[in-house]
């Protein structure tokens, strides 16, 4: 009796804590998502009221399914997907091994890393664009004082504008996987280091058998983050490039931009939102299941005996 | 408590599932309670948004408006925005419900689509009072359908502009006709010297010299027939017009990789400066900008001309590719008739006007004192021009023009043959049309 009593006031008040998390949450997320959905059904410019345009059903959805551009867009996100993961993650999981160490500098060293986090996106494009400027930008003085005599404008050449612009990407993003890794990492308890090299194990098979596997759930969440903002990510590639030249590094934010408010179609921007909800939710949920270990529960965590 | 646990955790689960993706409605719920703030204080005090950011510009609309206020007991806001920055708010706050009372247009397609769907005050009959003090042709491109729907305060044109000195260094000529052009080309890439600065991120000033060669070519009124479907966007005019322009960029006579150079943030007005290039085809908004930027170049070095007859073409080389600025009232305005006054008063009011003529700028009344080389050369360029074509991308309708600035850039970028280019704008223009 007694203790059903305890129950319920307990889920009261968490509920109570929850409540204004959830009306904010409710009102500008979940609301703005449904109405997503609901525009992306009409023929709506985005300029005068929704009420009045016309419904057009999935339409929207078959004309994006052929819509080449959209998926030369996809295809970047993919790309940015995978180039993400990689080097983001793999960088670092090297530099948080690095400032986890005890070498000489290690302050200063740290303080360099995380360096790139602290400028805001903007200032960070506006900065490469100027290093990245064919003319006078810094990169390409360097190139020239090193012998090389063509170097290629970068943001504006199709061969090299993924390429830069993911170079930049990396840069801003790594030490904020630097930072997450790293605080997994002293999560890890010394014995455990202790225990292997008593053992006679190599540094290198400590960090393979067990740093990697201990990490493992900070690095899915890494995961996670890293793909569902790559799927999402409009940023720098918007101001870096705009999507260009002539759309060869659209993102399919920077598309959904674009045909929201400067070619007035917001019934047609709104379905390429709904679709890029639609991807992410498929790749994470695929992400989950293809990464869930034998030991894992459904929850996703390794079972205890509770 | 842990089937509780797990429910908390899942709807935990599910929201940040959902806060990671389409976050794209946010705008709608933010946009709604940033309107209810502002319509409270709508009642006396007006929104002005402009995009005049020069220093100098920007200084004469602070103190006109200044007066308006003292004289009126009115006040007003002012929001300075950069061209496309301007473009894209302006459309979200027309399109929320949340706009400003009087708002900086081109007149034009742009125009015309907000008119079209109620959201522009028609001013026909309260600009019969000051509309003689004006240009006539600058009135006429915010007029559709016999009414008026703004007032001009700025008339513009694009002028070819060169560097002086530089031309006096080589011994050039300035060219008139495309063969003298291709000889002057030919001497500055012999001293290093790029022939043409050009941004093109926002894609609108290489599309003008897309618009400046098909109107050399197949003469002034190209684009007036084939919007009016007379003749296609097909037309050899426009594929020649093309090739010419790929031409261009083969031949070197425009920075690599202009299509990620980007007009707002000054990069390509910087290589002009510096001397890296000689010419540049811009908006006669660049004469104001320039001597707000750097006066020492406005005195000594700055200089325009016209982009150059071609050779069998039908166009004259004293055809213009013009505009105009205009401020026009939101029919969503709490005070219609103070915005429509404020209108006037830009459009009129000396101190405005002449401010202007002042910081380089060509107003939009016809008796102005300028005092400037450059400014009086643009001012008469502007008068003795044998006809006045508005700016493309502000004439064709929203989608349309968004499409030829694209094609501009492929060709531009060479990703695109001229057929190709004519060909999209063609299928557009007729699905739209």
């Given at each position: 009796m007694i203790r059903s009593k305890r129950k319920w006031s307990n889920r009261g008040t968490v509920l109570l804590f929850l409540l204004p998390a959830l009306v904010i949450y409710g009102l500008y997320n979940v609301y703005g998502i449904i109405m997503t959905f609901y525009f992306s059904t009409l023929d709506w410019p985005g300029m005068g009221p929704y009420q009045k345009a016309a419904g057009v059903g999935l339409t929207n959805y078959f004309k994006l399914f052929s819509d080449k551009e959209f998926w030369h867009a996809a295809s970047n996100n993919l790309l940015l997907v995978i180039v993400s993961v990689v080097v983001q993650l793999g960088l670092g999981m090297i530099l948080a091994l690095i400032i986890n160490s005890k070498i000489k500098g290690i302050k200063l060293l740290r303080t360099i890393y995380f360096m790139p986090m602290l400028l805001s996106t903007v200032a960070t494009g506006i900065l490469w664009q100027l290093m990245l400027h064919p003319y006078n930008g810094l990169i390409n003085n360097v190139l020239r004082a090193l012998g090389i005599h063509n170097p290629p404008a970068w943001l504006g050449t199709e061969s090299t504008v993924m390429f830069a612009l993911l170079f930049v990407v990396c840069w801003q993003y790594t030490p904020q996987y630097m930072i997450l890794l790293r605080a997994g990492m002293t999560g890890i308890p010394e014995e455990v280091y202790e225990a292997a090299t008593i053992d006679g194990a190599s540094k290198w098979q400590q960090f393979w058998s067990m740093t990697l596997p201990l990490l493992s759930g900070t690095l899915k969440t890494s995961a996670v983050l890293s793909i569902v903002g790559s799927l999402k990510y409009f940023d720098l590639f918007w101001i870096m490039t705009g999507g260009g030249p002539n759309g060869y590094s659209e993102l399919m934010a920077t598309y959904m931009y674009k045909k929201a408010f400067n070619q007035e179609q917001m019934g047609y921007a709104s379905s390429v939102a709904g679709s890029m909800f639609l991807i992410s939710m498929v790749v994470v949920f695929i992400f989950m299941r293809v990464t869930r270990r034998r030991d894992e529960g459904k929850g996703g965590r390794l079972n205890e005996n509770c | 408590m842990r089937k509780f646990k797990k429910m908390a955790a899942l709807l935990m689960a599910g929201m940040m599932i959902l806060s990671a993706n389409g976050c794209s409605g946010n705008g709608a719920g933010n946009d709604e309670e940033e309107s209810a703030v502002t319509k409270e204080e709508g009642g006396n005090k007006l929104q002005l948004w402009h995009i005049q950011t020069a220093e100098n510009r920007k200084k004469v609309i602070e103190e006109g408006v200044k007066e308006f206020s003292e004289k009126y007991g009115v006040e007003v806001e002012i929001t300075v925005l950069e061209n496309d920055p301007f473009k894209t708010k302006l459309r979200t706050a027309m399109g929320s419900g949340d706009a400003p009372d009087v708002f900086h247009s081109w007149g034009g397609g742009w125009l015309k689509a907000f008119a079209d769907e109620g959201l522009v005050v028609d001013i026909t009959e309260d600009i019969e009072v000051w509309?003689?003090?004006?240009n006539e042709a600058a009135i006429g491109m915010n007029t559709f359908d016999g009414k008026v729907y703004g007032s001009p305060y700025m008339t513009a044109l694009t002028p070819l502009y060169y560097n002086k000195a530089i031309f006096e260094e080589h011994g050039l000529e300035v060219p008139t006709t495309w063969a003298e052009m291709e000889t002057v080309c030919e001497t500055l890439k012999k001293n290093g010297i790029i022939p043409f600065a050009l941004a093109n991120s926002t894609k609108w000033p290489g599309a003008q010299h897309f618009v400046m060669l098909s109107m050399r070519i197949g003469g002034a009124d190209i684009f007036q027939k084939a919007i009016s479907g007379e003749?296609?966007?097909?037309d050899e005019t426009f594929i020649k017009a093309g090739d010419m322009l790929r031409n261009m960029v083969d031949d070197g006579w425009f920075p690599e990789g202009a299509n990620a150079l980007n007009w707002d943030t000054g990069d390509s007005r910087q290589m002009f400066y510096a001397g890296q290039c000689a010419m540049i085809l811009q908006t006669s908004g660049f004469i104001s900008t320039c001597l707000s930027e750097n006066e020492e170049f406005y005195n000594n070095n700055l200089a325009l001309a016209s982009y150059p007859a071609i050779e069998g073409g039908k166009g004259e080389i004293t055809d213009m590719l013009a505009g105009e600025n205009a401020f026009s009232v939101s029919a969503?305005?709490?005070?219609v008739e103070m915005s429509i006054k404020l209108v006037e008063f830009l459009s009129t009011s000396k101190t405005v006007q002449q401010g202007f003529a002042d910081a380089g700028a060509i107003g939009a009344r016809t008796d102005l004192n300028v005092s400037t080389k450059p400014l009086q050369q643009g001012m008469d360029q502007l008068s003795n021009a044998t006809y006045l074509q508005n700016f493309i991308d502000q004439t064709l309708s929203p989608e349309l023009a968004e499409k030829h600035k694209d094609t501009c850039q492929a060709l531009l970028g060479k990703t695109m043959t001229s057929e190709e280019a004519a060909k999209e704008m063609q299928k557009l223009y007729e699905s739209i049309e």
């Open positions: - | 509309k003689d003090q004006l003749i296609s966007f097909e969503d305005s709490d005070n």
